[in-house]
């Protein structure tokens, strides 16, 4: 059973930069596939960021630029760094982990980007 706990979530204003964490715990955190997933207010979760456990990094095109994805597997965390954020950028922003076949969920931290 992995355990995933998201921090960082706030208030800012537009152009301004926030930091979210994700740390694990319950797995060879080395050896996860982890991302970040969104989902705004009546929409649907969408895909934001991934980092495999290579390094590799994938971002969606609406944050590509002003987002950056990283991981340190020594504190089993993984980062993502906001900056440029837009109103649009408001959500509750969930981390997502797949190990050994399965996947996990975080409980989510609110980003809220005023105009």
């Known amino acids: 059973q992995v355990q995933l706990v998201e921090s960082g979530g706030g208030l800012v204003q537009a152009g301004g930069s926030l930091r979210l964490s994700c740390a694990a715990s319950g797995s060879t955190f080395s050896r996860n596939y982890m991302d970040w997933y969104r989902q705004a207010p009546g929409k649907q979760r969408e895909f934001v960021a991934a980092i495999l456990s290579s390094g590799d990094i994938n971002y969606a095109n609406s944050v590509k630029g002003r987002f950056t994805i990283s991981r340190d597997n020594a504190k089993s965390t993984v980062y993502l760094q906001m900056s440029g954020l837009k109103p649009e950028d408001t959500a509750v922003y969930y981390c997502?982990?797949?190990?050994?076949?399965?996947?996990?969920w975080g409980q989510g931290t609110q980003v809220t980007v005023s105009s």
């Open positions: 997502h982990c797949r190990t050994s076949g399965f996947e996990y």
